[in-house]
């Protein structure tokens, strides 16, 4: 069973930076597609970038040029550097793996695996 682990969240004023952390357990992290979501209170959860296991990334549109999405395939660890950030950015910032192949990034019921979250809360 594969563990995902994040961490990095905090309380940041607007226009800072922060670096979140997801830390994968088993021998598949170096294979899959992973990807951060993110859900703020009373909305749906929100795609915000992933990256193949190649080093192909995709961002929300809202995220680009803000975000940027990287991994270490020797460290099965895969990170999100948020700069700029906004109140808006404030919710909850979700890890994923997928494993089966999918031309939708964005899609949430793709991935298969989940960590339990770390929040993000931005103060205007």
């Known amino acids: 069973q594969v563990q995902l682990v994040e961490s990095g969240g905090g309380l940041v004023q607007a226009g800072g930076s922060l670096r979140l952390s997801c830390a994968a357990s088993?021998?598949?992290?170096?294979?899959?597609?992973m990807g951060w979501f993110r859900q703020a209170p009373g909305k749906d959860r929100e795609f915000v970038s992933a990256?193949?296991?190649?080093?192909?990334?995709y961002y929300a549109d809202s995220m680009k040029g803000r975000f940027t999405i990287s991994r270490d395939n020797t460290k099965n660890t895969v990170y999100l550097q948020m700069n700029s950030l906004k109140p808006e950015d404030t919710a909850v910032y979700y890890c994923?793996?997928?494993?089966?192949?999918?031309?939708?990034?964005?899609?949430?019921?793709?991935?298969?695996?989940w960590g339990q979250g770390t929040q993000v809360t931005v103060s205007s």
């Open positions: 994923a793996q997928r494993l089966a192949y999918s031309s939708t990034y964005s899609d949430a019921s793709t991935y298969s695996n």
């Open positions: 088993g021998r598949t992290f170096s294979i899959s597609v």
């Open positions: 990256i193949r296991s190649g080093g192909s990334t």
